[in-house]
């Protein structure tokens, strides 16, 4: 069975690094989607609103719910917006942005 250990320094150094980069912890998003990248989601998404952000992008809305106490916002990259004030969605062509406005009709 593999074992993955994760570095809480080496994490938020790495962290840190793009905050250098960018001038603020409020204009980086953590992607963490399918298991975060197979991290853990819940262990990730508690490391990366510990050290400070408020924004993650995740694949479906199921991870989305499992880790909204963590974030203030977060991105769900799927084909189908779901109504939720704590998220927001792309639509990844024309016909799912169609798609979606029938759904809500």
């Known amino acids: ?37 197979g991290h853990g989601l819940e262990i990730m998404a508690k490391l990366s609103a510990e050290f400070g952000l408020t924004k993650a992008v995740v694949r479906s809305y199921d991870e ?3 880790i909204k106490k963590y974030f203030e916002h977060i991105l769900v990259l799927r084909d189908r917006a779901i109504e939720d004030g704590h998220c927001s969605f792309a639509l990844n062509s024309i016909e799912d942005i169609h798609d979606n406005q029938k759904k809500k009709d």
């Open 1 to 37: 069975m593999a074992y993955i250990e994760i570095s809480r320094e080496n994490f938020f150094y790495n962290l840190n690094q793009f905050v250098l980069k960018t001038g603020s912890k409020e204009s980086i998003a953590i992607v963490l989607k399918d298991n975060a990248y």
């Open 64 to 66: 989305a719910k499992s």
